[in-house]
């Protein structure tokens, strides 16, 4: 699937870039490794197709890595969860890398191409809550409810490594013709999982992260089959 240039560009400003180290928690009695805790830096960071220089995943099958680099996540759900939480949450509270104005899952498609700093990215996938987060804020429902309202955030590949800095915006240069949104992506994958015509219109973005196309794509089959005529 090709992309096409928008007509008007659309900047989205960092309100915080954050990172974190690896750290031992404790979850359902058991220790636990984690870099979710992020805490905002003021300085420059150099970005590399692994991520943010100083930022760290503990479990390197289910994060980080190539299609998720770089997670993103919208400042407008912060009041929403300091209901649920009951707690003024700090930035990079979700353990986002970029803390974003202004921005919507809605607005932000698979595929689109932004610039930030010296370096160009490109949207690959959702984020898909885990335990981590529950662990974090002592909610074991947490990750359900963040799936279940859409306020997932989403992931950057790196396209081209540069230099962030806390005063950048996030500026849409491409924006993908099939206009699949995390929306809807996250509609099929999570809320309406037997709408096969859903799931092909996902899959056929080239650009869509490697995990997401191995789950989708089995989930397809399973549709198939189970429609498939039984001649025994």
């Not at 928008?6 to 979850?27: F, M, Q």
């Not at 992931?155 to 929306?183: C, M, N």
Request: negative net charge; charged residues 25%; proline residues 5%.
């Amino acid at each position: 699937m090709t992309t096409t240039l928008t007509e008007k560009s659309h900047a989205y400003p960092i309100i915080s870039l954050n990172v974190g180290a690896v750290r031992t928690d404790e979850y359902k009695g058991k220790q636990a490794q984690s870099g979710i805790y992020k805490t905002t830096v003021d300085r420059p960071l150099a970005l590399s197709a692994l991520g943010l220089d100083g930022d760290e995943q503990a479990d390197l099958v289910n994060h980080g890595g190539p299609d998720k680099a770089i997670c993103v996540y919208s400042l407008e759900h912060y009041p929403h969860w300091e209901k649920v939480l009951s707690a003024e949450l700090p930035l990079g509270a979700f353990g986002e890398n970029f803390t974003v104005g202004n921005l919507s899952e809605r607005d932000i498609r698979i595929g689109d191409v932004f610039r930030v700093g010296t370096a160009v990215v490109q949207v690959s996938q959702p984020r898909q809550p885990c335990w981590k987060l529950a662990m974090k804020w002592g909610l074991e429902e947490l990750p359900m409810l963040v799936t279940e309202t859409g306020a997932t955030g989403f992931y950057f590949r790196v396209l081209t490594p540069g230099t962030i800095q806390p005063s950048d915006s996030l500026t849409l240069e491409i924006a993908h013709e099939a206009g699949v949104t995390i929306e809807e992506a996250n509609r099929v994958m999570h809320k309406d999982k037997a709408d096969a015509e859903g799931i092909l219109r996902v899959l056929a973005v080239e650009e869509l992260s490697a995990s997401w196309k191995k789950t989708l794509s089995a989930r397809l089959s399973r549709l198939e089959n189970r429609e498939a005529p039984d001649f025994k």
